[in-house]
């Protein structure tokens, strides 16, 4: 970020953890890129193992229980996560490491506690549904805890950590999978998914020696409150978009019908965790670009977006040529409906990406107002969309309402970021928060 302009800045003159260069640069894009490739197969091989062993309507009984986490972890990445990428990306390590023991803490107890009401309430439902949110609840503080890792690692500027630990949380899933197979039921696969995180978060603190706070949680909130509670609304914004619109599916053409949109989710599972996940390398990219050249956070958005639908473009335009036996094979029964659908699920991720370059310059300036107004359109565009498409013309209409709704919301995006970048260029000096 431009030296003190930004909200993103919490030290005068902080020197950057890494060279800031473009040798360094493409280093810190390439881990990122790595790390998501890792968690893309690692949720691609989650999904597709249990739609193969349970069958679709099982399938969608676990695909609530993941847009459910989604909301949970938005929940964590606004009020411990995001504010720590902003305001501390390439500062001094003593400062870094003060903010991750007060980060990881406020991740580690917000999984305590929307954990024991995921556990409360699934055992309360009973059933194949109520065991599924249950172990949910039990295996949240650690998947939260695993991915407060991830945000630190790479706010750090080491996202080689990441990596590795993301890594190892793949490897560890592998024969909890295979023991989660043997008893059969969404449970088990959930319970295995949580042992895995649990691995890896136990793995990062070895990595860091840094040991989360909990206590240091209603601190962390009060001087983060300006940034958290508006990421808070936006990242809830966002993931609860998707539990409604899973849950309102559910309730309009049934429960198979989200196992069909996880589906064919997975397809373009490579992009789609991207997408979810990139603001862990292009928040703090694009912090670096304003902080040392501030005209080119325009561009270097840009580009982002472009490079990100472009390729989620060709991953679906491949998608259309795998043949039904390669396909059958790999998702089994879901497949041949999840297939009807590559077409507006890639439309849907091309139109997600053209708006995540803008998201990132608008995060990097810490304009939150701006961020919170676009977010909460897009997010109003997606259960529109989904909703209103599923009603008209069922799972199909879903998906084509949603790709619709994709590419209004990041035109608002963009319009929100042309307006702050000139804002900036008007009033460039701005108040300086120490920490």
């Known amino acids: ?90 500062v001094p390590d003593t400062a870094w490491r003060a903010a991750t023991a007060r980060s990881s803490g406020t991740a580690l107890g917000v999984g305590a506690a929307l954990g024991t009401v995921c556990l409360v309430a699934g055992l309360g439902f009973g059933g194949g549904l109520g065991h599924a949110f249950a172990a949910l609840g039990v295996v949240l503080p650690g998947l939260l805890l695993q991915d407060a890792w991830r945000y630190s690692f790479f706010a750090a500027g080491t996202g080689r950590k990441a990596c590795v630990n993301d890594l190892l949380g793949g490897v560890a899933l592998v024969p909890a999978m295979l023991v989660a197979a043997r008893v059969g039921s969404v449970a088990a696969f959930v319970l295995a998914w949580g042992a895995a995180a649990a691995v890896a978060a136990g793995y990062g603190f070895l990595q860091s020696r840094i040991r989360p706070r909990p206590t240091g949680a209603r601190e962390w909130l ?26 309102g599916l559910g309730a309009i053409v049934g429960v198979s019908a989200v196992g069909v949109i996880r589906g064919a989710e997975l397809l373009l599972g490579p992009f789609l965790a991207v997408l979810m996940g990139l603001s862990l390398v292009t928040v703090p990219e694009a912090a670096r670009v304003l902080r040392r050249a501030p005209h080119r956070l325009g561009r270097f958005c840009l580009l982002l977006s472009a490079g990100q639908a472009a390729a989620a473009l060709l991953w679906g335009a491949a998608l259309l040529l795998v043949p039904d036996r390669l396909g059958e094979l790999v998702l ?58 599923a009603a008209l013309a069922g799972t199909a209409g879903s998906a084509w309402g949603v790709a619709a709704a994709t590419v209004s919301g990041s035109a608002v995006w963009w319009l929100h970021l042309r307006s702050a970048l000139r804002e900036r260029q008007q009033n460039p000096i701005r108040e300086v928060r120490t920490p």
């Open 332 to 389: 089994g029964g879901v497949w041949h409906p999840a297939s009807a659908l590559i077409v507006p699920a890639t439309l849907g991720v091309v139109g997600a990406g053209l708006g995540v370059g803008a998201a990132a310059g608008l995060r990097a300036l810490g304009a939150a107002r701006r961020s919170l107004r676009s977010q909460l359109f897009a997010s109003a565009c997606y259960v529109v969309g989904g909703l209103g498409g």
């Open 1 to 90: 970020m431009k030296p003190m302009t930004t909200e993103g800045e919490k030290a005068k003159g902080a020197p950057a953890a890494r060279p800031g260069g473009g040798r360094a640069l493409a280093g810190r894009l390439s881990w990122g890129l790595a790390d998501q490739a890792v968690c893309s197969m690692t949720n691609f091989a989650l999904g597709i193992y249990v739609a193969r062993s349970l069958g679709l309507a099982a399938f969608g009984v676990f695909s609530l229980a993941w847009v459910t986490y989604g909301v949970v972890l938005s929940v964590s990445r606004g009020l411990a996560t995001d504010p720590l990428v902003v305001r501390f990306s390439g």
């Open 222 to 247: 009060r001087e983060h409150r300006d940034l958290g509670y508006r990421y808070l609304v936006e990242n809830v914004s966002l993931s609860g978009a998707a539990q409604l619109r899973a849950y």
